[in-house]
T-cell receptor, first 112, second 113 residues
């Protein structure tokens, strides 16, 4: 069975500081990995994904993530936080593009 | 491309009542997924369709839950005899077979009193 662990249910950073949201996964097959963002009372929007190929993937809004098989990790980063980045972020894993298994989410707060 | 739409956006009902939600996927997408998200948790998979065929159901989907996609386009999710534990956001997503990205709708928030 697949699973996702997101370390830290809440992360707070200052505007302009580095954003690091942690995600570790468990999968018995080569995983597909995703980060989604959710703003209040809205659905989920895809930030980026890893399926095959280059392990460093770039997404929208300046976010990127690196797939590290040896560490079973897919951490999300952004060099400089903006107030508009405040939201809840979900890491998810799927088996070859089928149903998604999500982590519990990390709420990002950006302080001015 | 108008995206995935869900109706209603909010539903308040009394315990024991039946409710039905609708999801309209992106027009050319043949896969449709339902997820449930409770407060403080990530979405959990409920079921998915490929065209009109329901291919997988989660153990979370009790006998009180039923989903249909009769013509392979829109889908409905019905909950019978609602319980307070059914209060959650119900999310719908769609995708194309062979593509890995699921596109989510805005969700239907159900409150059972």
């Amino acid at each position: 069975a697949q699973s996702v662990t997101q370390l830290g249910s809440h992360v707070s950073v200052s505007e302009g500081a580095l954003v690091l949201l942690r995600c570790n996964y468990s999968s018995s097959v080569p995983p597909y990995l995703f980060w989604y963002v959710q703003y209040p009372n809205q659905g989920l929007q895809l930030l980026l994904k890893y399926t095959t190929g280059a392990t460093l993937v770039k997404g929208i809004n300046g976010f990127e993530a690196e797939f590290k098989k040896s560490e079973t990790s897919f951490h999300l980063t952004k060099p400089s936080a903006h107030m508009s980045d405040a939201a809840e972020y979900f890491c998810a894993v799927s088996e070859r593009g089928n149903k998604l298994v999500f982590g519990a989410g990390t709420i990002l707060r950006v302080k001015s | 491309d108008t995206g995935v739409s869900q109706d209603p956006r909010h539903k308040i009902t009394k315990r024991g009542q039946n409710v039905t939600f609708r999801c309209d996927p992106i027009s050319e997408h043949n896969r449709l997924y339902w997820y449930r998200q409770t407060l403080g948790q990530g979405p959990e998979f409920l079921t998915y369709f490929q065209n009109e065929a329901q291919l997988e159901k989660s153990r979370l989907l009790s006998d009180r839950f039923s989903a249909e996609r009769p013509k392979g386009s829109f889908s409905t999710l019905e909950i019978q005899r609602t319980e307070q534990g059914d209060s959650a956001m119900y999310l719908c997503a769609s995708s194309l077979t062979g593509e890995d990205t699921q596109y989510f709708g805005p969700g239907t928030r159900l409150t059972v009193l």
